[in-house]
């Protein structure tokens, strides 16, 4: 497919803000994904340190030899038990590895065409999924993509270029672009498995899985998937959500799943209490599971800018302006 004639409807169709993706800002994202990683050496401050910097293994090290102890060496990289033998110190050099793999999942489902704040959470995993994409490539890993919706699922291998980046965020915008308040098609929790089946088959190990969702029809199928991805790989899940499900407004809201509409009342103290209940027990839910398996969930909202967000929950300082 012809990425480059998606990029030139992207820009001249007449989208409202917010509610479809980009393709034009999703590029831009690219000179915003610096200096910030997903992967160990976080800031003390960061959601990732701690317990969970153990299981974000990011590049490997390759051992190469042994040889002569020379100024400058790093203390730690001694070989006591060669030194002790020659009596002469020795360190042991390692080489680190070339790169490694980052396969984003990403949910373009109609369960994310909604939002009450700057945009949509189908936007906001547009972004998310553009941020990962990039930073992966900046640093000279590969990146490869599983993107679906609720009736089909592509998956793009991973590969080091600007190039993939660009074919993911292709099939990104080209999914979320299809999204309808009208549409015809049913919601489909059981596709979130499928992406993760999907998942297992290109990454076999060492890969970072980054899941992008808002765990929309997570079950115990869900958990066992995720634990066998946990077992060679890294994980790490950015849950996508809508402010007004933790702080439901004092006003009326109508909602509809593209079949049916209604009106909810949410004057009534007893149906915010009950919605804002509701969720946070699907959020701990979400969070014990990944929590077993030492993998990291971050919440990020639709409201606010998306690097801001990423940047302040792993505990890096602001950019400036």
Known sequence: MDWTRIRRKTVGADKPPGVYANLDDLIRIQFKARDFSFLPQQPVSSVLSGRYASRLRGRGLNFEEIRRYLPGDDIRTMDWKVTARTRSPHVRVYTEEKDRAVLLIVDQRINMFFGTRDKLKSVTTAELAALGAWRAVDVGDRVGAVVFNDAELIDIRPQRSQKTVMSILGVVVQMNHALRADTRVEPNPGMLNRALEKALQLAPHDVLIVMISDFF?????????????????????????????????????????????????????????????????????????????????????????????????????????
């Open 217 to 321: 029809g997570v079950d115990e199928q869900t958990e066992r998937l995720t634990a066998r991805m946990a077992e060679h790989n890294d994980v790490l899940g950015l849950l996508v959500h809508d402010p007004i499900r933790l702080q439901p407004a004092k006003q009326n809201l109508t909602v509809s799943d593209g079949s049916l509409q209604m009106e909810i009342d949410f004057a009534d103290k007893r149906v915010r209490e009950k919605l804002a209940e509701d969720y946070r027990e699907e959020q701990e839910y979400i969070t014990r599971f990944l929590n077993r398996l030492s993998a990291p969930l971050l919440m990020v909202s639709n409201e606010g800018d998306v690097v801001d967000q990423v940047r302040r929950l792993l505990g890096v300082p602001g950019r400036a302006k």
